[in-house]
């Protein structure tokens, strides 16, 4: 089966398009190829100096192309709101922006910092963004996972990571709640007959600078970059995500090759028979809410 490449990506003139992280890594390919199409690209960072070097850098890439900087903390929900009062009209969101494997740290409603940033604080961007996004042109929300899914639970009496806490299990939690909350957004947003298509996607493995907090890491990837993606072949099922024509709300994109973890095109990807429990996807909707303290107004659907 053919699967997606870079070729396939369709012009995006006249669209407006945020990507969270993407000053650096799949984030940065991710907003230039947009750029490159024609989107007006929203940079959506926590650090602006580092953004703007970013932009700098895409500009020369694509010399002419609309790129804006969003300042946006994901940790903080008075920076989420700020950047989201700034956008009237949104055609796409992509929530790529992530952390890896930190050190224990409590966030964002008492939750554990990979929880509050992967997952919290996309969540309630994404929520706060929904009527921006209703008056878009074919208006999608990309949320990144990862494979760390598929052995990922919930710990719903333990988010503060409190007990047991391992830098490798609270961010598969974390990327599980990514996945699990673009498929429930999809659901929720069809049975409210909703224009905004909610898609998720993954990169496999790819090397960035995610593990920059872990020192064997460093000393391994060197040697392991041979056989990963590059952070540029790792944006492709996002692209395809927030492009692909026949690209559809719930469908889920990670690279065609072994085991979803390399491969130089994208295509469908499998998730998790607990990432697609409604009831479960549920009970994180409730909470997220009460985490964040914002509500997307989103019935459950039915």
Not at 57 to 86: F, H, N, T, Y
Request: aromatic fraction near 6%; glycine fraction near 10%.
């Amino acid at each position: 089966m053919k699967g997606f490449t870079f070729d396939d990506i369709p012009g995006q003139t006249g669209r407006t398009a945020l990507v969270t992280g993407a000053n650096t890594g799949i984030g940065y390919y991710i907003a230039e190829m947009l750029a490159d199409r024609g989107a007006r690209v929203l940079m959506g960072c926590r650090d602006l100096t580092k953004a703007e070097a970013a932009r700098k850098d895409m500009l020369k890439a694509v010399p002419g192309a609309q790129i804006e900087l969003v300042e946006l903390d994901l940790a903080d929900m008075a920076s989420v709101r700020k950047a989201a009062e700034g956008i009237d009209t949104l055609d796409l969101l992509v929530n790529n922006a992530g952390i890896m494997w930190v050190p224990h740290e409590i966030s964002t409603g008492g939750a554990e910092k990979h929880f509050a940033v992967n997952h919290l604080g996309h969540f309630a961007l994404t929520s706060l963004l929904l009527p921006a996004l209703a008056k878009g042109k074919a208006p999608r929300v990309v949320t990144q996972s990862s494979i760390a899914h598929r052995p990922a639970s919930i710990q719903f009496d333990n988010l503060a990571g409190e007990h047991d806490y391992a830098r490798q299990k609270f961010y598969g939690q974390s990327k599980l709640a990514n996945l699990m909350f673009a498929l429930e957004l999809d659901r929720r947003l069809r049975a409210k007959g909703s224009p905004i298509a909610s898609i998720a996607c993954h990169p496999g493995v790819a090397k960035t600078e995610l593990t920059r907090q872990v020192g064997w890491a460093k000393l391994v990837m060197p040697i392991a970059a041979t056989l990963l993606n590059t952070a540029k072949q790792g944006a492709l099922p996002a692209l395809q995500a927030a492009t692909d024509p026949a690209a559809q709300g719930g469908d889920y994109y990670g690279p065609y090759g072994f085991m979803e973890a390399t491969g130089a095109t994208s295509g469908r990807a499998v998730a998790t028979a607990t990432a697609r429990d409604p009831l479960l996807a549920a009970r994180l909707w409730e909470i997220s809410k009460d985490m964040t303290g914002i509500d997307p107004g989103l019935p459950p659907a039915t």
